[in-house]
């Protein structure tokens, strides 16, 4: 290969570099923005806000059909596996944590804590506009799904 011919493919190749880098980001960007904001469980029992938390996204609880229990206390998440967690109030609860895009940018994945049995799950999101699917997953292939629709 003559030295021009060198020269032409290393230019080729930051190009090709430059022009993915720079087309990335807008994907990238329009996949974390689609899924901020208020979310309503398919149950209707919750809603979870989703923000950005450093680098990722994350997921609380903001709203709960019944914020108060049989005793008219603050619901708590008494099912946690840690006896020193179960008096956690569930309103404001972090249940969603290192949602990120995965390598395509077409749906975000993170962790989950399911307060109702005390376990964590990997979790996929994929907002379509008004609406959140969202399918939890133990170990990969023990999956259920649910669509969220947008509260604001």
């Not at 807008?26 to 680098?55: F, K, S």
């Not at 006896?83 to 972090?94: D, N, T």
């Not at 249940?95 to 996929?124: C, F, H, W």
Request: aromatic residues 6%; negative net charge; glycine residues 6%.
């Amino acid at each position: 290969m003559t030295k021009t011919s060198r020269r032409m493919v290393i230019c080729i190749a930051l190009v090709s570099t430059l022009l993915a880098a720079v087309s990335a980001p807008p994907a990238l960007a329009q996949l974390r923005e689609q899924a901020l904001g208020v979310w309503a469980e398919e149950n209707g029992e919750a809603h979870i806000e989703i923000t950005p938390c450093e680098d990722k996204l994350c997921g609380r609880i903001v709203w709960l059909k019944k914020p108060i229990d049989d005793n008219g206390r603050p619901q708590m998440d008494l099912n946690n596996p840690n006896p020193a967690l179960r008096a956690r109030p569930m309103l404001g609860l972090l249940i969603m944590a290192g949602l990120q895009p995965n390598d395509d940018n077409t749906y975000l994945e993170g962790r989950v804590y399911n307060s109702e049995d005390g376990k964590i799950y990997d979790i996929y999101l994929t907002p379509e506009g008004d609406t959140l699917n969202v399918e939890g997953c133990l170990m990969k292939f023990l999956c259920d799904s649910q669509t969220w629709t947008r509260v604001r």
